[in-house]
């Protein structure tokens, strides 16, 4: 009887590690920005047919709405609540398409920002993607609801209450990353509120998630929302199958906070891996493709079995985040295709694949680019 308690135990406790793919899948997408509709679309006609393991999909929930720059595409990475709606659809159009893209065996993985709510300067009023009022100023989320009890303002030792240090771990952990409103991830509430979040969207049919900004959340707290998770819904999944999870923590080296302290609780993205990868195939600092012969963990990476590895994600392709300049990117299409085909092609680590969208790099922020004016102004001066 021990000996079985003790299997079910290792079970239990391993199966966040396994993608929950169906068998002979080994890959995902990250459908940046696409619509519900569309990637129920995409799941019936492409991503099934092909052999596509699942899809990563944008926030789904309820994000504050920006007018400057308009609407941009990170304003989703600042919730207001855990109601269902954006513009990739309401709740309806997210039940529909988990139904149908798990129904040719393509499974969705949430993209979860539980670390945070919106910008400390977010204002107060109803402009939510679901319309929820809010005031954040005085860190009050009646939707949720959250109110000032519930962050880490009183926690956090800097003098700005911003991460000042990234090699002191309790200011990554409990003072806010570029304003955003950090949660006391300690208090039974908060985690109840996540883990009730979380749930509902296992229930709808989910397979897994992305754990964003992983780094900024104490270990033990994470440990102790996944342990609250449910089991994955049975109409798709066998009995007691536990949800992927895989956490954001950017470890270049070099920093407070090593990605050995999340290997415990799920995956965790090796952002080596692009950064290393982009380095041999633009052949910078002489280096070479043989050089891969021990790619992998002979190179410092995280164990295969922890590793969740892509090419470029969402913020290193268009300079968010780290990273660096060797990351690969559509900008570089032979290039790209040389790193994804490497990618796909070798056994080290669960693959994610990026599908994005093209931008003009003339405007940032929604501003024209000094270069680019500087190289209008040049090209109408006479010669
Ligand atoms: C600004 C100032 C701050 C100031 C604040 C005051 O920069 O210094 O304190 O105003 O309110 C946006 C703006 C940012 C702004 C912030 C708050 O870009 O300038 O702060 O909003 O108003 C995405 C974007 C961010 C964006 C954020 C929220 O990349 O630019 O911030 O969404 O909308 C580290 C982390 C890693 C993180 C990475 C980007 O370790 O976890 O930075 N990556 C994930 C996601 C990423 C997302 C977040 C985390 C936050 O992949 O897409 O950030 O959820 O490396
Ligand atoms: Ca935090």
């Known amino acids: ?29 990250h459908l940046f920005e696409w619509r519900w509709d569309d990637i129920a679309a995409e799941c019936e006609r492409f991503l099934g047919p092909n052999g596509f393991g699942g899809v990563q999909v944008s926030p789904v929930n309820d994000h504050i709405v920006l007018n400057d720059p308009w609407r941009p595409w990170w304003q989703r990475y600042q919730p207001i609540s855990y109601k269902l709606c954006s513009r990739s659809g309401n709740e309806q159009q997210f039940r529909d398409m988990v139904t149908r893209c798990n129904n040719v065996g393509v499974y969705i993985y949430v993209d979860a920002i539980i670390n945070h709510m919106c910008g400390q300067g977010g204002g107060t009023g109803t402009h939510s993607s679901c319309g929820s009022y809010f005031n954040a100023g005085a860190r009050d989320f009646p939707s949720v609801p ?8 009183g926690k956090c030792r800097t003098g700005s ?18 304003g955003l409103l950090d949660l006391a991830l300690e208090k039974d509430y908060v985690r109840g509120k996540i883990a009730d979040f979380l749930n509902n969207l296992i229930n709808i049919g989910v397979a897994g ?12 707290d994470i440990k102790a929302i996944t342990d609250r998770l449910n089991n994955l819904n049975t109409r798709w999944f ?7 999870i895989f956490q954001e923590v950017i470890d270049l080296g070099g ?43 002979g190179w410092g990476f995280m164990s295969s079995n922890r590793a969740l590895v892509f090419v470029d994600n969402h913020d ?7 990273g660096g300049a060797s990351i690969l990117t559509f900008w570089d299409a032979r290039l790209y295709k040389m790193g994804v085909g490497f990618m796909l092609a070798h056994p080290y680590g669960f693959a994610r694949i990026m599908s994005s969208f093209r931008w003009n790099r003339n405007f940032v922020n929604g501003k024209v680019r ?4 500087l190289k209008l102004i040049t090209q109408l001066l006479p010669p």
């Open 1 to 29: 009887m021990k000996l079985l308690l003790l299997f079910v135990c290792i079970g239990l406790s391993s199966a966040q590690f396994n993608p929950n793919t169906r068998a002979g899948r080994t890959t995902i997408v």
């Open 255 to 297: 920093e407070g906070i090593s990605f050995n302290e999340y290997t415990g609780i799920g995956r965790v993205t090796e952002f080596k891996y692009g950064a290393r990868l982009g380095n041999i195939i633009r052949k910078w600092n002489g280096e070479k493709l043989s050089y891969v012969r021990n790619w992998g963990e």
């Open 161 to 178: 209450g911003e991460i000042e240090n990234y090699n002191d771990a309790y200011q990554v952990r409990d003072c806010r990353l570029v």
């Open 209 to 220: 998630f992305r754990l964003d900004a992983a780094k900024h959340m104490w270990p033990g």
């Open 370 to 373: 000094l270069s680019f004016c």
């Open 238 to 244: 066998p009995g007691g199958t536990r949800p992927f």
């Open 146 to 153: 959250y109110s000032n009890w519930d962050f880490n303002d």
């Open 316 to 322: 290193n392709q268009r300079g968010h985040g780290a």
